[in-house]
Nanobody
């Protein structure tokens, strides 16, 4: 069992930055690919970014490519999402998720493929 807790959300003006962090407990994250997803009111949960278990491969949604950066520290059991040049359409609840994988370079993007989820952290971007 893996417990995930997100932090770092808040209110920021358009063009600003936030750094989200996801702390894991219960199991070491080195066996898990990690992802960030988001859900805006009235919309389905959507993929934002993912990183392989060894940290060497990443994948981003087109909407955040070039603005967001996902990183991980397996020694600290954390995964971060640096968000720059934020836009009002980035407003959502952001979720951290973990998926146990065998291949070290696997970067899953479908939310249904993830095994564990955090409770989410609210990000609000004012225009």
């Amino acid at each position: 069992q893996v417990q995930l807790v997100e932090s770092g959300g808040g209110l920021v003006q358009a063009g600003g930055s936030l750094r989200l962090s996801c702390a894991a407990s219960g199991r070491t994250l080195s066996s898990y690919a990690m992802g960030w997803f988001r859900q805006a009111p009235g919309k389905e949960r959507e993929f934002v970014a993912a990183i392989s278990r060894n940290g060497e491969a990443t994948h981003y949604a087109d909407s955040v490519k070039g603005r967001f950066t996902i990183s991980r520290d397996n020694a600290k059991n954390t995964v971060d999402l640096q968000m720059n040049t934020l836009k009002s359409e980035d407003t959502a609840v952001y979720y951290c998720a973990a998926r146990r994988v065998v291949q070290p370079s696997t970067v899953p993007t479908a939310p249904g493929g993830y095994d564990y989820w955090g409770q989410g952290t609210q990000v609000t971007v004012s225009s």
